[in-house]
């Protein structure tokens, strides 16, 4: 009987929470798909609705998202091409244990700056 060789996974970083919280923990990536939650987005309409991101970085935000299978690019055989971006499985997945962080940097937001506006004033 001969054997099978093995599935070697290489992975970016030896330890998993920085490999993942290195990717998503960018300025954009977050932003990113907390936009795609409600559903299918194209490019123009992700520029439009986070704002300030250029094309060149929510270009290659979404390749690294796509990448790690958070989200999927779907190219149209149409003339011009569409291109819709959607959460995976994965994506929305992410996204629950998000939210409550999103919740509670939203709850405290206030007090983190006070905090930072007394520490320069040296209090």
């Not at 923990?25 to 250029?54: A, H, K, Y």
């Not at 149209?76 to 959607?86: A, F, H, K, M, W």
């Not at 940097?105 to 983190?112: E, F, G, M, Y």
């Amino acid at each position: 009987m001969t054997q099978q060789p093995s599935k070697i996974v290489e992975f970016d970083h030896p330890c998993p929470i920085r490999d993942v919280l290195d990717r998503i923990g960018d300025q954009w990536s977050v932003l990113v798909l907390l936009t795609l939650q409600p559903g299918t987005r194209r490019f123009n309409e992700l520029m439009r609705e986070i704002g300030d991101i250029s094309k060149q970085m929510l270009s290659r935000t979404l390749k690294h998202l796509e990448q790690d299978g958070f989200i999927t690019r779907t190219v149209y055989p149409e003339v011009p091409p569409r291109v819709e971006y959607d959460l995976t499985e994965l994506g929305h997945s992410f996204l629950e244990p998000m939210q409550a962080l999103v919740a509670w940097a939203d709850a405290n937001h206030r007090t983190i700056a006070e905090s930072r506006r007394r520490y320069r004033a040296g209090e």
